[in-house]
């Protein structure tokens, strides 16, 4: 199979708003369709701690490990791949876009804030409080919003979501 055939989709959202669930409940759909995938949170790609590295230079990063990591999946015959990221801006788009060999779908989950508020306050962890604080400033100033191939709400049972999702995109 050649790297034209492969695709892919990013769900992308604010902070809480359900990716990583959402691409864990679509590789399930997957893998009960006997398709090949690869389910990546963007998130591990970049998480490191460097003093001094501006965002741009991070960016960079996580692009090079995802393409390295893609090619050693499409290596293997995978050819879906489904990532999720909170995209900021146009800017994140376009650098995943650039660093793929394939054509990929955006799908914005939407939630209410309200609901956000709620899956992340009550997490455990400083760095869910600390996204929550950054979802906050992402949501007063319009980033992570309104850019992409479409929109889906994530307030609804999570197999609906993916579901509906997988049919957009025609793998299922």
């Known amino acids: 199979m050649s790297k034209s055939t492969a695709g892919g989709v990013i769900i992308s959202g604010l ?30 790609l970049w998480w490191f701690g460097v003093p001094g590295v ?13 393409a390295s990591i893609v090619d050693r999946y499409m290596e293997v015959g995978v ?9 900021r801006d146009a800017d994140d788009e376009a650098a995943i876009r650039t660093a793929l060999s394939f054509p990929i779908k955006v799908v914005e989950l939407t939630v209410p804030f309200s609901l956000i508020e709620d899956r992340l306050g009550s997490a455990v962890t400083a760095g869910r409080s600390e996204d929550l604080e950054e979802a906050r400033r992402w949501f007063s100033h319009g980033l992570g ?16 979501v993916a579901l509906e999702i997988c049919t957009w995109i025609g793998w299922l």
């Open 15 to 44: 902070y809480g708003s359900g990716k990583s669930t959402v691409v864990e409940e679509i590789a399930f759909l997957l893998e009960d369709a006997a398709t090949t995938y690869a389910a990546i949170d963007l998130d591990w």
């Open 54 to 66: 501006e965002r741009r230079e991070a960016l960079g990063l996580l692009t090079a490990n995802l």
């Open 79 to 87: 050819r879906h791949f489904v990532m999720a990221w909170s995209l």
């Open 145 to 160: 919003t309104g850019f992409g191939d479409t929109q889906v709400a994530n307030d609804r049972p999570i197999r609906e």
